[in-house]
C-alpha cells in the first residue's frame, strides 16, 4: 500500500470511528457483526480496531472487511459538535445552519447524525452529556 493510499484510510477511518465487521479471515477474529472503535491506521494500512468485545484485532485491508457505523454518538461526532459550535457562526439549535456548516466544513459523520437523531443532539446541546 503506497503513502496516499494509507491517508485516504486514515482520513476515511479516523481514530474514534465507531466500524461494524463484515469479515475477517482469521481464527482469533471476533464474529461478523461485532462493533468496535478504530484506534489508529499503521503505515501499511491496518486498522486497528478495539472491539467491543474487547479484543483489539486489527483489520488488514483489503483481505477484512468492515463498514463504518453512521448515526451513533462517536467521538468524532462529539469533535464535530465542538469544532461547529467554534466557528461561532449559529445558534447550534439551528440545526439546518449546523448541518451547512459541518458539510461545508467536511464534517459528513455530522451531517448523517442529524438527520436521526435530533433528540440526542439536542441533550448534548443541553447538558454536555451523551445520552446513553
Known amino acids: 500500500m503506497d503513502k496516499k493510499q494509507v491517508e485516504r484510510l486514515r482520513e476515511q477511518y479516523p481514530q474514534g470511528t465507531r466500524v461494524e465487521l463484515i469479515r475477517m479471515d482469521d481464527p482469533q477474529a471476533p464474529p ?3 462493533r468496535g472503535t478504530v484506534i489508529g491506521v499503521d503505515d ?11 479484543s483489539s484485532l486489527g483489520i488488514a485491508y483489503g483481505a477484512d472487511a468492515c463498514r463504518v457505523l453512521v448515526g451513533e ?3 468524532t461526532v462529539r469533535r464535530q459538535i465542538l469544532a461547529v459550535r467554534d ?3 449559529t445558534n447550534m439549535f439551528d440545526v439546518p445552519m449546523v ?3 459541518a458539510n461545508r466544513l467536511g464534517y459528513y459523520e455530522l451531517v448523517l447524525f442529524l438527520i436521526d437523531h435530533r433528540k440526542e443532539y439536542a441533550h448534548f446541546i443541553m447538558t454536555g452529556e451523551i445520552k446513553e
Open 32 to 34: 461478523a457483526g461485532t
Open 44 to 54: 501499511i494500512g491496518t486498522i486497528h480496531v478495539k472491539w467491543d468485545t474487547g
Open 73 to 75: 454518538f462517536t467521538d
Open 87 to 89: 466557528t461561532g457562526e
Open 99 to 101: 448541518q451547512q456548516i
